[in-house]
Structures are given as C-alpha cells and as structure tokens.
C-alpha cells in the first residue's frame, strides 16, 4: 500500500510539473504572437525583434533544463576533476561577484580531487548553487567554498551568510517554478537536484533566516 502511494505521489508530481511547464511555454508562446501581429502593422521592428528573440531564447531555456529529466541515459561519465572545476568556475564568478559586494574565499584541499562524472552538468550544479549564495547576499556578504574529503567521499559546501530561507521556504526549494526573487525561476535547484542524483549524490542544506545558509553536496568517491 505505501509503495502505490509514493507511485500516485510521483505521478501527481508529473502531472503538476507538466502543468508548470506548459504555463511557462505558453506566457513566452502569447508575447512572440503579439509581437509578430504588431509587427505587420508597425514600424518599431528592432524593438520588436529584440522582444521576440528574448522570448525564444526563454523558451529555449526552460526547454533545455528540462532535457536533465528527459534524456538520462545519454549521459556520459568521465574521470572529472572537482578541484580545477570549482577553480574555474570561482575565477568566473568574481568580477560579477565584487559588483555586488561579494567576496568568494576558498577552502580546497592542495592535491587535486577527482569523480566519476559529467563534467557540464557538474559545472551546472556549482554554477547555481554559487548563483543562488551571491543573490543572498543583497547587501553584500562573503561566500565561501569549502572542500573535504576522506578516502570514500568528498563533501563540497557552499556557505554564505545572506538572507537565509524560512522553514517553509526550506521545504519548497527544488520544486519546479519556486522561487522568491522578481526574476528567477525556480528552475536552477531542481536541475541540480536531478544531476546530483543522477550523480548517485546527496544534497543536504542548513540555513537560518538573516544568518545564512550552507548547501553541501556530496559524492562517492568509490566507483
Ligand atoms: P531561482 O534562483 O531562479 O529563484 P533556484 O531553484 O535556484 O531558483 O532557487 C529557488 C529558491 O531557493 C530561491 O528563489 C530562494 O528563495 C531559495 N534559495 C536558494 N539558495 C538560497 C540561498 N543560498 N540563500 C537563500 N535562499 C536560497
Ligand atoms: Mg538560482
């Protein structure tokens, strides 16, 4: 009985999340369409192309984030090095981060820590969850990554000390669509979700309002 429940759980969830998606397909789907009628009438073509394009590539990437669900067998793991990853994506998010008052310290081991894995979807990860510490940070604020390992595992954590998230909000994050922010869309936790679990990973989170918060993502190092 508990196994048919958890299966009416998981169909209920595809359901709602097919519901989502085609709710975000549609709001870009009506823009392009009232744009384009516009445009047989108007004269403001570059504004309107520029409108139109943005619609698409919005499209394109809800479209894309979705493929982690759609496609996993296609997935190819390689030896990944963890260490010049997290490096590059650091040096990548500093400019942006020091606009916005933010400091990224590290705390990675010196000898160089590897996994079995997909290197894109990797990135996609950390690029989020650094994304997600730096926009709790309104104020300006430090992240920082840290990196520990033992013979079997390798636990990377993200620490920031920004807004923090309410236990309600604690239990919502990594559904499809939930976000807090005027711009986001709630789409980045759950991708990540899905690649660390394809990734036989945990995700684990602490946080406290107005204190922060730390996400910690941990790997098998045994294959
Ligand atoms: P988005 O960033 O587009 O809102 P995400 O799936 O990346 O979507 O995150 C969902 C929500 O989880 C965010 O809107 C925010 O409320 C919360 N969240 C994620 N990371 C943090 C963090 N480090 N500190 C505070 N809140 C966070
Ligand atoms: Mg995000």
Redesign the pocket.
Known sequence: AEEMLQKTEKLSMVGELAAGIAHEIRNPLTTIKGFVQLMGESKQEDYFTETILGEIERINFIVNEFMVFAKPHDVLFSECNLSVLLQDLISFLKPEALLKNVTISQHLPKEHVTISGEKHQLKQVFL??I???I??LPNGGNVTLTMETTREEVIIS?I?N????SSD?LQ???EPF????A??????????YKIIQNHSGHIT?K?EPNK??T?SVKFSRVT
């Open positions: 989020n969850l994304k997600n510490a926009e709790a993200i920031d920004g807004i923090g998230l909000q919502r994050i990594g939930f976000t807090t922010k711009s986001g869309n709630g789409l980045g936790l759950m991708v990540s989170v946080s922060g918060t996400f």
